[in-house]
């Protein structure tokens, strides 16, 4: 069996450690770049390469952000109601809920749920920022808007047990979202639901 030579391997290797790439669809976009116009490669390399040199989170909320601004655009937005946090597990969340127009808060990205199983504890992702956010300001309402699966509402019950002696207004997505799914894969219909019908944690 012919062995691809080692810089085609090397991008198949790659393409195959990305989520949802196996083997065969890594070959296909190897070999599609190996016969694109350079300038298609180019443009690929530069993205790459920017994406991880022009980019940072956001001191406030950990949302993706451009790099040294310190601060996103929902952050330092006038016109978001500063009286509602929304939590939500990855950057990707913020970007589908904001696709509905249906909310004006604020967001906490956590950049993951507690998983004993892989060794993710409340250390491992922004709670602690989370909670000393919260009791630095007055939110009248915390959704949280981790996902419906196994670790999102464990994740969830966690948050709840440590917000409710603040004494503030804590709620949960409810309606639409399937147990197991993932907020970025729902249609906007559905989230809008989810919104609008969020439930008390109590």
Same mark, same amino acid.
């Given at each position: 069996?012919?062995?691809?030579?080692?810089?085609v391997?090397?991008? @198949?290797?790659?393409?195959?450690?990305?989520?949802?790439?196996?083997?065969?669809?890594a070959?296909?976009?190897?070999f599609?770049?190996?016969?694109?116009? /350079?300038?298609?490669?180019?443009?690929?390399?530069?993205?790459?390469?920017g994406?991880k040199?022009?980019?940072?989170?956001? /001191? @406030?909320?950990?949302?993706?952000?451009?790099?040294?601004?310190?601060?996103?655009?929902?952050?330092?937005? /006038?016109?978001?109601?500063?009286?509602?946090?929304?939590?939500v597990?990855?950057?990707?969340d913020?970007?589908?809920i904001e696709?509905?127009?249906?909310y004006?808060?604020? %967001?906490?990205?956590?950049?993951?749920?507690?998983?004993?199983? /892989?060794?993710?504890?409340?250390?491992?992702?922004?709670?602690?920022?989370? %909670?000393?956010?919260?009791?630095?300001?007055d939110?009248?309402e915390?959704?949280?808007?981790?996902?419906?699966?196994?670790?999102?509402?464990?994740?969830?019950?966690y948050?709840?047990?440590?917000?409710?002696?603040?004494?503030?207004?804590?709620?949960?997505?409810?309606l639409?979202?399937?147990?197991?799914?993932?907020?970025e %894969?729902?249609d906007?219909?559905?989230l809008?639901?989810?919104?609008?019908?969020?439930q008390?944690?109590?």
């Amino acid at each position: 069996m012919q062995n691809l030579p080692k810089p085609v391997q090397n991008l @198949v290797d790659a393409f195959s450690r990305l989520p949802g790439i196996g083997p065969k669809t890594a070959s296909r976009l190897t070999f599609f770049l190996l016969r694109a116009p /350079e300038d298609i490669s180019q443009s690929l390399a530069d993205a790459l390469k920017g994406i991880k040199e022009n980019t940072g989170l956001c /001191e @406030v909320c950990f949302n993706i952000t451009i790099k040294d601004t310190h601060i996103c655009e929902i952050c330092a937005s /006038e016109t978001r109601d500063r009286d509602v946090l929304c939590v939500v597990e990855e950057p990707l969340d913020v970007l589908a809920i904001e696709k509905t127009a249906g909310y004006n808060g604020l %967001y906490h990205v956590l950049h993951g749920v507690l998983s004993p199983i /892989e060794g993710i504890g409340p250390e491992d992702i922004k709670i602690k920022e989370l %909670y000393e956010r919260i009791k630095n300001n007055d939110f009248k309402e915390v959704i949280l808007a981790t996902n419906p699966s196994m670790e999102g509402d464990a994740t969830a019950m966690y948050l709840h047990e440590r917000l409710s002696p603040l004494g503030i207004r804590v709620t949960r997505l409810a309606l639409g979202l399937p147990v197991g799914g993932d907020l970025e %894969y729902a249609d906007q219909s559905t989230l809008l639901r989810s919104l609008a019908g969020r439930q008390n944690l109590d």
